[in-house]
């Protein structure tokens, strides 16, 4: 495809604004048609903010047929629909994790994409963080040899003020806590990384300390075919909050990922460093606490994907992987037992 590609955006709340200024930056490959919330408010607060048009419908996005992608960055319970909305207007989508609320919701939302013939991209933007690419690659070359275990700690924080939007932390609009809500992109990660384990052992609580039905401490065993085992630690009420981090010991050496910062050390005597300064980036005590730049890598990988009929790098498809890793963990704290994690 020559020329911009036409676009129209779908939600306005928090989430919008690395959205926006990626769509600002690529302003030479894409195009804004449109900006919808069903806020007049909103709608002209973000306008005024961005310079980018609002529309007061989301018909006039979906029935425009220059339109030929949607970004839909609404509450999770809305997914399954509006993803079914835009498949059936043929419109492609950069969807907002998580996928949708519930796990026959997250499937749906794949499965109407895949039957229309269309493209879905998801804003799971860790993967593109420098140093998880540096460490991707030497798993990939085998410098840290062969995984024996591995620990993914999301320690974060979110405030009264963060809880008091209605509906966020409720499983009614958000479906899930601290997996689905926050610890989602270091899991996404993760699974992008050693992929999915066979069974899980898991607890997981509701603290009090905030008016939610959502779990917001977990801590998860894994088990994977081959021997690796690994743990979770996703909390967000670990004050102040602190960077997310995965490590991985293997038999060649250990990789301690700290946000955007690696740090690797081999039995070999080599060690390899790479990304930010630690503590830069993630949401350990802000959730908007980040630049757009994993943002907009992940909104120009979806627009390569689009030029070239190729697959974004996480789709639809890609990106159900990491809602079956929480799926399992909430059912073996339901039930007490081991579980297994459930085929794609």
Same mark, same amino acid.
């Given at each position: 495809m020559t020329g911009r590609r036409r676009v129209g955006v779908i939600g306005l709340g928090m989430a919008a604004t690395p959205h926006a200024?990626?769509?600002? %930056?690529?302003? %030479?490959?894409?195009?804004? !048609?449109?900006?919808?919330?069903?806020?007049?408010?909103?709608?002209?607060?973000?306008?005024?903010?961005?310079?980018?048009?609002?529309? %007061?419908? !989301?018909?006039?996005?979906l029935d425009d047929p220059t339109v030929s992608a949607v970004l839909l960055l609404t509450p999770p319970d809305t997914h399954a629909d509006l993803v079914a909305r835009c498949a059936a207007a043929g419109k492609h989508v950069l969807l907002e994790k998580p996928l949708d609320a519930t796990p026959a919701g997250c499937r749906a939302v794949?499965?109407?994409?895949?039957?229309?013939?269309l493209t879905l991209g998801v804003m799971l933007q860790h993967r593109f963080r420098a140093a998880a690419e540096r460490l991707a690659e030497l798993l990939r070359t085998g410098a840290l040899g062969r995984p024996l275990s591995a620990s993914v700690v999301v320690r974060w924080w979110r405030d009264d003020a963060y809880y008091a939007q209605p509906g966020r932390g409720m499983k009614a609009r958000d479906g899930g806590g601290v997996l689905l809500t926050q610890a989602i992109h270091t899991l996404d990660l993760y699974v992008s990384l050693l992929g999915l384990p066979r069974e899980v052992a898991a607890f997981a609580n509701t603290s009090g300390l905030r008016p939610i039905d959502t779990e917001d401490v977990v801590c998860a065993a894994l088990r994977y075919d081959g021997g690796l085992l690994a743990t979770v630690d996703a909390t967000t009420a670990a004050y102040p909050g602190y960077p997310?981090?995965?490590?991985? !010991?293997?038999t060649a050496g250990s990789a301690l990922l700290t946000g955007d910062r690696l740090e690797v050390q081999l039995r070999s005597g080599e060690t390899v460093q790479a990304g930010e300064t630690a503590?830069?980036?993630?949401?350990? !005590?802000d959730p908007m606490a980040f630049s757009n730049a994993h943002h907009r890598a992940v909104l120009a990988d979806f627009l390569d994907a689009l030029d070239h009929g190729t697959q974004p790098r996480v789709s639809g498809r890609e990106a159900l992987k990491v809602h079956r890793l929480i799926e399992a963990i909430?059912?073996?704290?339901e039930s007490g037992a081991v579980t297994a994690v459930p085929e794609g």
């Open positions: 200024q990626s769509l600002l %930056d690529l302003a %030479d490959r894409v195009e804004v !048609a449109g900006c919808f919330s069903p806020s007049a408010e909103r709608r002209a607060a973000f306008a005024a903010r961005f310079g980018l048009p609002a529309v %007061d419908r !989301a018909e006039a996005i794949v499965e109407s994409m895949e039957r229309a013939g997310e981090r995965i490590e991985i !010991a293997g503590g830069t980036l993630g949401g350990g !005590a909430l059912k073996s704290s």
